[in-house]
C-alpha cells in the first residue's frame, strides 16, 4: 500500500460516550481533536494518539455485543511510569506503557484463527513490513497477531472494531488488497469532500478500512 500518513487508526463503537471520554482522555491520554456525524445516528469524537486517529463512534442506536478480532489496544506515553493492564468502560482492554525511543506510538494486538494465513495476508496483500520481533509495521504503528478464536466479527458492535489505513488512491489499493485475498467488505464510496473510503476484511473477517482522506492527500481525485 502507498500510505500516506505513517500511523495506524483504529475505530470503536459505543453507546456509553461520557464514561469512555472520560477514560479515554483522562487516563488513557488521547486528545480530542474533532466532531465528525457520519451518518445512521453515529457521531465519531476522534482523538490524537501521536500521529494516529482513535475513532470513538457513539452511535444513538443501541448497539449488539459481538465479538472482535481487536484483541487489545497498547499505547505509550511520558505520563506512565510502569505498564497497566486496564478495561476501559466498554470492556475493551488497554495497556499503557512507559515511552521509551523504540516505541510505536501504539500497538494493536489483533486475534486470528490461523496466524500463518493472516501473516502472509498482512504481508501480501497489504504489504507490510516487519520488524525483529514480528509485529507487521504501520509507519509509528505497531501490528501484532496473537493466534485465538475469533467468531463472526460484526462492523457495528460495542468494542474495537476496526484499523485503518490513510492512503493516496483507495480504489486502487481496495482493488490490489481483494486481488492478494482480501475479502470486500464495503465497496469505494465518497463521503462528501471529506473522504473516500472502503472496507476489506483478512482471513478472519476483522474490518480494515481504506481511506483516502482530503485533509491528507489534498485531493479525492
Known amino acids: 500500500m ?6 495506524l ?13 472520560t477514560f479515554w482522555q483522562q487516563q488513557a491520554g488521547a486528545t480530542f481533536t474533532e466532531l465528525l456525524p457520519v451518518g445512521g445516528g453515529v457521531h465519531q469524537h476522534r482523538h490524537a494518539i501521536g500521529n494516529s486517529v482513535l ?10 455485543a459481538a465479538p472482535s478480532g481487536l484483541a487489545q489496544l497498547a499505547l505509550f506515553n511520558n505520563q506512565t511510569a510502569e505498564p497497566q493492564q486496564l478495561r476501559d468502560p466498554d470492556g475493551n482492554a488497554v495497556e499503557l506503557n512507559p515511552h521509551h525511543d523504540l516505541a510505536p506510538n501504539l500497538r494493536l494486538t489483533v ?23 514480528g509485529a507487521f509495521l ?3 504503528s ?6 485465538g478464536t475469533v467468531g463472526e466479527v460484526k ?14 488512491d ?3 489499493e481496495h482493488h490490489s488488497i481483494i486481488a492478494n485475498g482480501g475479502r470486500e467488505g464495503m465497496a469505494p464510496v465518497r463521503l462528501g469532500d471529506v473522504a473516500y473510503i472502503s472496507f476489506v476484511h483478512d482471513p478472519d473477517g476483522n474490518w480494515i478500512e481504506i481511506s483516502q482522506r482530503k485533509s491528507i492527500t489534498g485531493s479525492l481525485d
Open 111 to 133: 486475534r486470528v484463527n490461523n496466524r500463518s494465513a493472516s501473516e502472509q495476508f498482512y504481508a501480501k496483500a497489504l504489504g507490510l513490513e516487519r520488524n525483529n520481533q
Open 155 to 168: 462492523q457495528k458492535a460495542t468494542g474495537l472494531r476496526y484499523m485503518t489505513f490513510q492512503v493516496a
Open 55 to 64: 475513532k470513538i463512534n457513539h452511535s444513538r442506536t443501541t448497539l449488539p
Open 170 to 172: 483507495v480504489v486502487r
Open 9 to 21: 487508526d483504529v475505530g470503536l463503537y459505543t453507546n456509553d460516550l461520557d464514561p469512555m471520554l
Open 142 to 147: 505497531e501490528i501484532v497477531l496473537r493466534e
Open 138 to 140: 504501520v509507519g509509528a
Open 2 to 7: 502507498q500510505l500516506v500518513k505513517p500511523a
